[in-house]
């Protein structure tokens, strides 16, 4: 299979080598041709993924038109910011042929609340109306550290069609790599969105020396409002309790990989959001998906508290001690679950 992965971050590189590994004809897209001529040249993202070589079964390109006409298969991983633009550009590129069609990318749209599977799909709709597989989204506990090294991860192809679920999911699936099937493609990428504002959280909360106890309660009163949003956005509950839920969650809250929660310590350390992000050297998707959260509280007509303090912190300047006292002199009550009774 000709396989386009459109991203040469470190996420896409990682799905490169996963996938050339199976024997298929991957090229890894970089839109600069700066980074596409190193990165064929060395083998390496030397910052992105250290002590990783890619392939050189794995054809590196800034050039799309190289592949686009006879690709079989679309994995698009580029930051969420860059969604939008990209999925014009690729709508563009389609030329009316129907192809198959992953999103690896986590987040939300800010001003419309749309996953990136949904920013895909509207724009493709626009300009290649014939192009109606519909956009599957590959998402779970994954940090592309592991994945590039062959380390055992386990990962969820989300679509309606549980057939087309089924197809990415055979084409992905290795012995290091598994794959399940979801058909709640919203909840699968709300969870995988709304896990980076939390683990930023929980970021602040280590950076601020709190312990533990201060990370399970985020970790766990996290989960409730991933369900709290993703119920009210449509999204299955049982879905959070998943590996794109429970699962992407917890990993991203504690791994030393995390970009996101590194950019929380840094936050807690004093860094402006500017330069903890410049400091990590990579896009931190949490601090991108935080935009979406006034406006999508508005939409559920309920309060995401953690995600709320998150926003107060990195968008209006809040001193993080001062968010967590708002936290913990919150209105007192029971613990319940979306749609429970309590």
């Known amino acids: 299979m000709i396989i386009g992965i459109l991203g040469s971050g470190s996420w896409g590189s990682a799905l490169s080598i996963v996938l050339s590994g199976k024997g298929h004809t991957v090229y890894l897209w970089s839109n600069d041709p700066l980074e596409a001529e190193k990165i064929a040249k060395t083998r390496r993202l030397a910052h ?3 002590g990783v070589t890619v392939p050189p079964e794995v054809k590196v390109t800034s050039d ?72 599957l989204a590959l998402s779970g506990p994954s940090h592309a550290e592991e994945v590039a090294l062959l380390l055992p991860t386990a990962i969820v192809a989300a679509h309606a069609d549980g057939a087309l679920a089924a197809e990415a999911q055979d084409i992905f699936q290795t012995p290091r790599f598994r794959v399940y099937t979801n058909t709640d493609r919203k909840g699968v990428e709300i969870g995988a969105a709304l896990k980076n504002v ?8 280590d950076g601020l020396g709190f312990g533990d106890n201060a990370r399970a309660a985020l970790i766990s009163r996290g989960l409730y409002e991933l369900s709290l949003a993703g119920r009210g956005l449509g999204a299955r509950p049982e879905t959070f309790t998943g590996l794109s839920g429970l699962g992407d ?55 995401l508290p953690i995600s709320n303090e998150v926003y107060a912190i990195v968008l209006e300047g809040k001193d993080p001690r001062h968010a967590v006292e708002s ?10 679950w979306p749609g429970s009774s309590g």
């Open 249 to 303: 969650l917890v990993v991203t809250c504690t791994s030393r990989h995390s970009r996101n929660r590194k950019f929380g310590e840094l936050i807690a350390q004093g860094y402006s959001p500017d330069d903890a992000e410049e400091e990590i050297g990579m896009v931190v998707e949490g601090r991108t998906t935080v935009q979406a959260v006034p406006a999508l509280q508005q939409r559920i007509h309920a309060e």
């Open 64 to 135: 799309w038109s190289c592949f686009m006409p006879e690709a079989e298969l679309l994995v698009v991983a580029v930051p969420s910011k860059h969604m939008r633009s990209l999925a014009r550009l690729l709508a563009g590129g389609l030329q009316g042929r129907p192809k198959l069609i992953v999103n690896a990318t986590k987040g939300l749209e800010a001003g419309t609340l749309l996953t990136m599977s949904e920013v895909l799909e509207e724009e493709i709709a626009v300009h290649t109306p014939k192009a109606d597989r519909g956009v």
């Open 327 to 336: 936290l913990m002199l919150r209105e007192l009550k029971s613990e319940t």
């Open 198 to 205: 939390l683990a930023v959280a929980v970021g602040i909360s």
């Open 48 to 50: 992105k993924l250290p």
